[in-house]
């Protein structure tokens, strides 16, 4: 940053010397300024203006869809997987389900204000912890343009000011979802520099947002693990760490065939380019000869490739799967595409060694018929999200009634997990007396 003023002066624009500064500066100053404006504001006019958005997404859904088009088209010249091009397409269906959860959030509870806990103490002062904004939120992903939606309508509705610094691999996408954005926000009174696409498409933008300790109050990276390993390392603005997805899918002993199967299928082959697809699967021992040959067909079926370990790769001559020979980085990678590593498990504690050895700490499923196995499995898998029965893709702000997300926190300190509307509040305290002195 160019600027040495206090950030304590952006609640008065008229004398930040704004010629002074950088583009990107200046933005989080008027973040800042707007920022204090909306954390008092009632629910109603925060969920007024989500709704605002969420109508104004519907209505220019074509300049959407437009606009996005060039960075499709621009990913595939450059020779952009697959993957990553679903990551980044914007359909008129998934613009329509984008302001559906824009509503969602409208509809959730308001969390500032919020007491969190209260009472009087011995010497009759009051004393209350509530809910409030974190203040301004920067967000920094890659690719997915409805982050640029589910960030802003979240932060939005907790009363925060955001940020948003997208890859330019999206840049036309994000620069139309934030002129409807702001347009909608500011249409419904609110000040629209509340939601702000940070400046510049080169890393010294990136850089100068991880810099601006004082104006920005938290970053969130989202995105591969390189992009969140540099903003964890290289910000002086404290970063809520989320982190990729290698998710397993342990198929125990006693498991319902029907049941692990469809599981499996759901979690891997469903879509396979988010961090809650699964990307390993360990069988136990025991049911393997039963359930393996199945399985190996069924993601054959959905053109998934294995990379199995030795006792995987046995049952292959079987079936009509692609099974290759697994190496030790295949344990550790988040594939995003059709592809799942895959080995034969010893016991219920060999699964978790495994997983405790590999995991990204995201989110993890057993597949059994037994609750001691199941409360084993719970308790000494350490992920955000562990699942009995049910597919790793449920792991989703939305899934859990959030209402969207603003990512997943693998760190264990402010959030884990699905982060929704109470993840972007921080706390302060309120001490009523009556005269009190000590």
Not at 215 to 242: F, H, M, N, Y
Not at 303 to 312: F, K, M, N, Q, S
Not at 420 to 435: A, C, F, N, Q, R
Request: some cysteine; proline content about 5%; aromatic content about 4%.
């Amino acid at each position: 940053m160019t600027s040495s003023h206090s950030p304590a002066s952006a609640t008065s624009p008229s004398v930040t010397p704004y010629d002074d500064m950088t583009p990107v500066t200046r933005a989080a100053y008027r973040a800042r300024a707007a920022s204090a404006e909306i954390a008092p504001l009632p629910r109603a006019a925060k969920d007024d203006a989500l709704l605002a958005i969420a109508d104004a997404l519907e209505v220019r859904t074509s300049e959407i869809v437009e606009a996005n088009a060039e960075d499709v088209a621009r990913a595939r010249e450059a020779g952009t997987s697959e993957s990553i091009i679903d990551r980044l397409t914007l359909t008129p269906e998934r613009v329509r389900a984008i302001a559906a959860d824009v509503r969602d959030v409208a509809a959730l509870p308001d969390p500032v204000g919020e007491v969190v806990r209260g009472s009087t103490l011995p010497n009759g002062i009051d004393l209350r912890q509530v809910r409030v904004p974190l203040g301004v939120v920067g967000i920094i992903y890659e690719a997915r343009p409805n982050v640029t939606v589910d960030a802003a309508a979240l932060c939005l509705k907790s009363g925060n000011a955001v940020l948003l610094r997208g890859s330019s691999s999206a840049y036309s996408s994000n620069t139309a979802l934030v002129r409807v954005l702001r347009d909608a926000v500011g249409g419904a009174g609110l000040p629209a520099d509340a939601v702000q696409l940070v400046p510049g498409e080169s890393r010294d933008s990136v850089r100068e947002l991880m810099r601006a300790r004082g104006l920005v109050d938290v970053l969130i990276p989202r995105g591969g693990a390189s992009l969140i390993r540099t903003v964890v390392e290289q910000s002086t603005v404290p970063v809520i760490e989320t982190g990729t997805g290698n998710c397993h899918v342990y198929v125990d002993a006693q498991a319902d065939l029907d049941m692990a199967v469809d599981i499996l299928i759901n979690s891997k082959a469903q879509r396979p380019s988010v961090c809650n697809a699964a990307e390993t699967l360990l069988v136990h021992q025991d049911i393997a000869d039963a359930f393996l040959p199945r399985a190996l067909d069924a993601l054959a079926e959905a053109g998934v490739t294995v990379h199995g370990d030795e006792r995987v790769q046995s049952y292959a001559g079987a079936s009509k799967a692609t099974v290759v020979a697994a190496t030790a980085e295949d344990w550790e990678t988040e594939y995003l595409s059709y592809d799942i590593a895959a080995a034969v498990v010893d016991s219920l504690d060999a699964a978790v060694g495994h997983i405790r050895l590999w995991t990204s700490g995201h989110t993890e499923a057993i597949v059994t018929t037994s609750q001691a196995a199941a409360r084993r499995f719970t308790q000494l898998v350490d992920s955000t999200t562990v699942a009995v029965n049910a597919s790793t893709r449920f792991t989703d702000g939305g899934q859990f009634g959030f209402g969207a997300e603003i990512g997943i926190s693998t760190q264990k300190l402010h959030a884990r997990g699905p982060m929704g509307l109470p993840e972007l509040t921080s706390t302060k305290y309120i001490v009523t007396g009556d005269g009190h002195t000590r």
